[in-house]
């Protein structure tokens, strides 16, 4: 691939996220003050630095919370199935959900079998427990951030949301989160 390729793939992908990040805007953001729950969440995976130096040492959960979404700088957890909870700065009423995932183009192996495909989206309540939102499915061939809108209507607003992936796109090694954002209404008092 020319240098002028490459450039010009770098501008692209950096237009799709600037233009996406100014319509909807996030909950699931540490920069708003969300956190993550890492007593309910699936253990990190670090990798092994001599067969894959590409994740030699194990990202925090909190890396979905960023808005760098460069190549290796996602949250990896082992196997095909893990979960992830999201701790809002204040209740909201959900209404979408937004994965992220880097595209086989700017991928350095040149694919993304480490991407998420079917998962789970659910509300969270101490005392009550879970409440569906959703299930989708995240496609590789399509764009880097896929917004998802809520398939069950919440009966109330969370302050904390789960992210469980069910499959991902082949790795049997690991799964990688790059961005997970969080959409809609703050509870009104």
């Not at 003050?33 to 994740?55: C, M, Q």
């Not at 309540?125 to 989708?136: K, N, P, Q, V, Y």
Request: negative net charge; aromatic residues 10%; glycine residues 6%.
């Amino acid at each position: 691939m020319k240098r002028e390729e490459i450039l010009q793939l770098t501008r692209e992908a950096v237009e799709k996220v600037m233009k996406h990040d100014t319509w909807l805007p996030s909950w699931a953001l540490k920069t708003m003050g969300a956190t993550i729950d890492v007593e309910r969440t699936s253990k990190s995976y670090g990798g092994n630095r001599w067969l894959s130096p590409f994740f030699s040492s194990a990202k925090p959960p909190e890396t979905i919370l960023q808005p760098d979404i460069s190549a290796g700088n996602c949250w990896a957890f082992q196997g095909s199935r893990g979960h992830v909870v999201i701790r809002l700065p204040e209740k909201i009423w959900p209404t979408a959900f937004t994965l992220w995932h880097i595209s086989k183009a700017v991928s350095p192996s040149g694919e993304v079998s480490t991407a998420p495909r079917e998962f789970v989206v659910s509300g969270v309540d101490e005392d009550e427990g879970e409440a569906l939102l959703g299930s989708f499915i995240y496609d590789v061939d399509g764009e880097i951030a896929q917004t998802f809108p809520v398939q069950e209507e919440p009966r109330k607003a969370f302050r904390q949301i789960k992210l469980e992936v069910r499959s991902n796109w082949g790795n049997a090694e690991y799964t990688c989160v790059y961005r997970a954002d969080v959409h809609g209404s703050p509870e009104k008092n």
